[in-house]
């Protein structure tokens, strides 16, 4: 099912290219190539995906699964980058499974599909496949397929109770929210960090020869939203503080929508069964949320700055720490929007609707002057509204609104709690 889904996304990706190639005139539409092209994403999806199925076979909860694997294509995506931007760099790239899926451009006709990489990626898709399905096998229901390290005690009944009794995360909601989501948490703002500090640390080395390709591609320099990357603040803003905010947005979907997927499973029957009010429930899981929101930008923030200290860049302290902290009013909208949708509809439909019109905003903000779309359609996006802090400083008056707008919807989500059956 999954498969057939992944192939089901590829051709609508081809579909699309082939109507934005027709809608921009092209003197030949490129069927086959569209196609592959479409084929070729759903194979490098197909392969993480059978990746985190392996990994789940070993750890107890799908979350930490989902972190290992998203980290692994965080950490494949900059192996390549790494290694197309240093001398004698092509061996980083072969080590990575991106590499495998970039070296095939089926859209441009004097370039093509590498079938081999293709069938690289297919085979190690179906590889980790076959591998999950064996250890599977040996699972038990609830349990891992390894063998723990970790000797763990029996205990009776009472010692179990009496052990739950010490646990600081059982005193209050939001000190077991945090709990419970402490291994996603971690691997993402780890995630994040890693970016923001190999971004960083190769600014030197990428700043030059990517001024070069900007100078002569006035297309790729308007993608960048005419940061000057030939400035130190001009680069770290177009190649980290561009594509963080988005990341570290969808870090805010996943924390929230656990409070969505808790309604899902009815998972909070037995703490309502204690003496606390519906709203204060609502609140303290937001409130454990927004310790995570504030975490990844001071993360981002540090990071940034100890990788530039060490890179010799001459960046705004200021402006670094705008750029950083001004993501959280984004995180911020995202997560009361996932509120407020929870007692609506199931996490999953929440999630893909909140995160398409994430990325709709996203694309909008960062394709407005190749697509020419009007400006009034672009000042919605709350990626437009972050602006460029690294170049430009703080933009109060959007982030105030977009923070007023986030207090609105989390408003909404805890007064639908409060009226609603908890199914």
């Not at 985190?52 to 965080?74: D, M």
């Not at 192996?79 to 980083?92: H, K, P, R, S, V």
């Not at 390894?146 to 646990?167: E, F, K, N, V």
């Not at 009034?376 to 008056?397: C, D, E, M, T």
């Amino acid at each position: 099912a999954l498969a057939l889904a992944l192939l089901l996304i590829g051709l609508i990706l081809a579909l699309g290219a082939l109507a934005g190639e027709a809608a921009l005139g092209a003197s030949y539409v490129n069927v086959g190539g569209a196609l592959l092209m479409g084929l070729n994403v759903s194979l490098i999806t197909f392969f993480f995906a059978m990746l985190a199925l392996a990994i789940g076979q070993c750890v107890r909860h799908a979350s930490a699964a989902a972190g290992i694997a998203g980290g692994i294509l965080a950490l494949s995506y900059l192996l390549d980058g790494t290694g197309l931007t240093i001398q004698n760099g092509e061996w980083l790239r072969r080590i990575s499974p991106y590499y495998y899926y970039s070296i095939s451009k089926p859209l441009i006709p004097t370039y093509g599909a590498n079938f081999g990489a293709m069938l690289v990626l297919l085979a190690l898709g179906v590889g980790f496949a076959a591998l999950s399905f064996a250890l599977w096998l040996r699972r038990d229901i609830g349990g891992v397929a390894l063998p723990s390290w970790q000797i763990i005690p029996q205990r009776t009944p009472q010692q179990a109770l009496a052990q739950a009794g010490r646990d600081v995360s059982m005193r209050a909601v939001w000190l077991r929210s945090l709990a419970s989501q402490r291994a996603a948490t971690f691997w993402w703002i780890v995630g994040l960090g890693i970016w923001a500090v190999w971004m960083t640390l190769l600014a030197q080395n990428v700043e030059q020869q990517l001024a070069k390709i900007l100078s002569g591609s006035p297309e790729a320099a308007k993608l960048f939203g005419g940061s000057s990357i030939t400035t130190n603040a001009g680069f770290i803003s177009a190649l980290v503080f561009t594509f963080l905010p988005v990341a570290t947005v969808f870090f805010a979907l996943t924390q929230a929508t656990a409070w969505s997927s808790d309604l899902d499973r009815g998972r909070v029957e037995i703490t309502l069964g204690e003496p606390i009010s519906r709203w204060r429930m609502t609140l303290e899981r937001f409130g454990a949320t927004l310790i995570t929101l504030i975490l990844a930008p001071l993360a981002i923030w540090l990071c940034v700055l100890i990788a530039a200290q060490i890179a010799g860049l001459n960046l705004d302290v200021g402006n670094v720490a705008a750029a950083s902290f001004g993501i959280i009013p984004l995180e911020l909208l995202a997560a009361a929007l996932a509120y407020a949708l929870a007692g609506r509809m199931t996490s999953g439909i929440a999630l893909g609707i909140i995160g398409g019109l994430v990325a709709i905003s996203y694309f909008m903000n960062f394709l407005q002057s190749i697509l020419k779309l009007p400006d009034w359609l672009v000042s919605l996006s709350i990626f437009r509204q972050y602006g460029q802090p690294v170049l430009n400083g703080a933009s109060w008056g959007p982030w105030l609104g977009m923070v007023a707008l986030a207090a609105i919807l989390l408003g909404v989500g805890v007064f639908q709690f409060s009226r609603v059956d908890v199914r």
